[in-house]
């Protein structure tokens, strides 16, 4: 029977470090945390980390930060326009200087798959043959039975 109960959450830690805890809980995590390695050390830790920071000078300053950080971020952003951007043509441009573009457009993407096919179709033949390198690393064990060929991968077929 396992009688050790699950170590407290961390936040319980630093509420114990802070005396934010009642009386109940408080005896509670102190005595768990004298019983666990793993608790122990963080509490230490936590009053190690307290004391330092209770050691600092506490100063204010003379006047409020927050409106000076925004102040500095407005001063730092670029100025939004009033009214929303509309898409328009330069001027001088006609209508039928954009229509001259299109089959450009069309002759470079047709160029592109037409390039892109015939490297992939070159390429291909090394492919297969990597894949059929690569069949001992493959999670299949040697001398299984494929229940379907998809199952077993395209180089087994």
């Known amino acids: 029977m396992n009688t050790h109960k699950p170590c407290p959450r961390i936040e319980a830690l630093s509420a114990l470090t802070d005396s934010e805890l009642g009386e109940p809980e408080r005896l509670a995590v102190q005595a768990h945390?004298?019983?666990?390695?793993?608790?122990?050390p963080v509490l230490a830790e936590f009053r190690r980390l307290h004391a330092r920071f209770t050691a600092l000078d506490a100063t204010t300053p003379h006047f409020d930060v927050a409106p000076e950080v925004d102040r500095r971020i407005v001063a730092g952003t670029i100025p939004i326009p009033r009214e929303p951007m509309r898409l328009t043509r330069p001027a001088g441009v006609r209508w039928w200087q954009f229509a001259l573009l299109a089959p450009g457009g069309a002759v470079a993407v047709s160029a592109g798959l037409w390039l892109g096919t015939?490297?992939?179709?070159?390429?291909l033949p090394n492919a297969q043959a990597t894949a059929v390198q690569m069949v001992p690393f493959s999670s299949i064990p040697a001398g299984a039975l494929c229940p379907v060929p998809e199952a077993c991968g395209?180089?087994?077929?």
């Not at 015939?118 to 390429?123: D, E, F, R, T, Y």
């Not at 395209?154 to 077929?157: D, I, K, N, P, V």
């Open 154 to 157: 395209e180089f087994l077929r």
């Open 118 to 123: 015939s490297l992939m179709a070159a390429a």
């Open 33 to 40: 945390a004298d019983q666990c390695p793993v608790c122990g």
